[in-house]
């Protein structure tokens, strides 16, 4: 198996360019595929709820059909993910591609009872987590270093700018015939197959047989291996703590445009300002500063960064205009865009390729759950209390949350240790029962760090 963890150590470089990062062919087939898949995803989520709605008049049944895309994470992600290492990443992305691709076909069949077409979408969205977990788990195939950092921050960003896209082309198209979403969004799973079957090379399975043993014993070896090392589980409580604030104004942003849209704004236009205001941040924060600062002083500014992230939202507590709180929730989204990629780089170079894909499976579920449980309970909140007193508390709450998890945060030494023992090329163990970890950066424990990817 050929080496692929390149050494993220703070460095006085400069910043990777862009250049440099689609210079890689396969990174653009990897992208391209990837974007077009976000569209379609975002896209075909829009018309089949407005499809639903058309079919059965129900809000619940349209409702039950967002939140579709998200059970295969919380009832299994990781353990779908896990499937990914047993097998080549190149042919689990097409083969999850090619999978969605009829499924959407089947979908967009006219007059399909509603419990069907339910049941079609959560078969096609079960092949989300495996295929992601490949695809997270092979760009450190192919970039390195800075490169690797920017990359993430790149489809990071692609995939913010997917949902303002698809949720737009969406409604738009969904309004006038959703069955033409459906077939645009089959047609987006093909292309991708096909980008990445002719655009990406072929490598073995990070898990070759000699070293499996059980589905499930490997998944918990992932959930162990994220959260028994100190320096995997600091970047896990970061990157989960930022999600605990700054998914809520967009999940509250119904009923908080609808509480304080005044009559020069109109209910619908204002929650999608405050909607796409966090994503457009994000896409912003992990540009600029991807790009303005070096590999050494992003990793100095991730603390700040943290903290600073939840502030942004502190001035909801007093009562602004729709259009202000969109600023706030872009400056928020700004300011996590500056921290995750990083995280990111430093969370994949310190993760053996062995467990890349499980890990990646344990962190995009439990961002599903926590964004999930932040706007369930500041929901519940915001009908009892006023809304913006629920986001500048609950906000209020993240700053201090971010201030403990910066101090608890591991030294530099520690770090670099951790990455220089992931690095060592160690496939043997590897199914093993990796013990508590008690030594992170070396002994008999393989220390590491899932690579993640916000999306």
Request: glycine share 10%; net charge neutral.
């Amino acid at each position: 198996m050929e080496a692929t963890v390149s050494d993220e150590r703070p460095s006085p470089e400069g910043p990777a360019t862009f250049r440099e990062v689609f210079a890689q062919r396969e990174f653009g087939a990897v992208f391209a595929a990837g974007a077009l898949s976000w569209v379609g995803d975002y896209l075909a989520k829009a018309a089949v709820t407005l499809l639903v709605y058309q079919e059965t008049s129900s809000v619940a049944l349209s409702a039950t059909a967002f939140a579709v895309s998200y059970l295969p994470w919380l009832v299994g992600g990781p353990l779908l993910a896990a499937l990914a290492e047993r097998h080549p990443y190149r042919r689990v992305m097409v083969a999850c591609d090619l999978i969605r691709m009829v499924l959407m076909l089947l979908i967009a069949i006219p007059s399909l009872p509603v419990p069907v077409l339910l049941a079609l979408l959560f078969l096609a969205t079960l092949a989300n987590p495996p295929s992601q977990a490949a695809k997270s788990a092979l760009l450190p195939h192919i970039l390195t270093g800075d490169r690797l950092v920017l990359g993430l921050s790149l489809n990071a960003s692609a995939g913010q700018a997917a949902q303002v896209v698809g949720y737009l082309l969406g409604g738009a198209i969904g309004g006038f015939n959703p069955v033409i979403a459906l077939l645009i969004n089959a047609a987006t799973f093909g292309v991708s197959a096909v980008l990445v079957r002719f655009g990406v090379h072929e490598r073995p399975p990070a898990l070759s047989e000699a070293h499996r043993t059980r589905l499930l014993r490997e998944t918990a070896e992932g959930v162990r291996f994220v959260f028994g090392a100190p320096v995997l589980r600091a970047i896990a409580v970061l990157v989960f703590s930022a999600m605990l604030f700054s998914i809520v104004p967009e999940g509250l942003a119904a009923g908080w445009a609808k509480t304080s849209a005044g009559d020069d704004l109109d209910t619908g236009v204002a929650q999608a300002i405050i909607m796409a205001a966090n994503p457009v941040g994000f896409i912003l924060g992990g540009l600029l500063i991807g790009r303005a600062f070096g590999p050494a002083r992003r990793l100095a500014l991730m603390r700040p960064l943290a903290v600073l992230a939840p502030l942004t939202l502190v001035p909801a507590l007093l009562d602004p205009s729709p259009l202000v709180v969109a600023l706030l929730a872009a400056a928020c989204g700004f300011a996590v865009a500056g921290m995750i990629p990083t995280a990111n780089g430093l969370f994949v170079q310190a993760l053996p390729d062995a467990f890349r894909a499980r890990a990646f499976g344990v962190m995009a579920t439990g961002i599903q759950v926590i964004q999930g449980a932040a706007v369930l309970i500041t929901g519940v909140l915001a009908d009892r209390f006023a809304i913006p007193s629920v986001v500048g508390l609950w906000s209020i709450a993240g700053v201090l949350l971010m201030l403990l998890v910066s101090l608890s945060w591991p030294s530099r030494e520690t770090i670099a240790a951790a990455v220089a023992a992931a690095a060592r090329p160690a496939q043997a163990g590897v199914g093993d029962d990796p013990g508590p970890a008690a030594d992170p950066v070396g002994g008999p424990s393989r220390d590491g760090r899932p690579r993640h990817a916000v999306s």
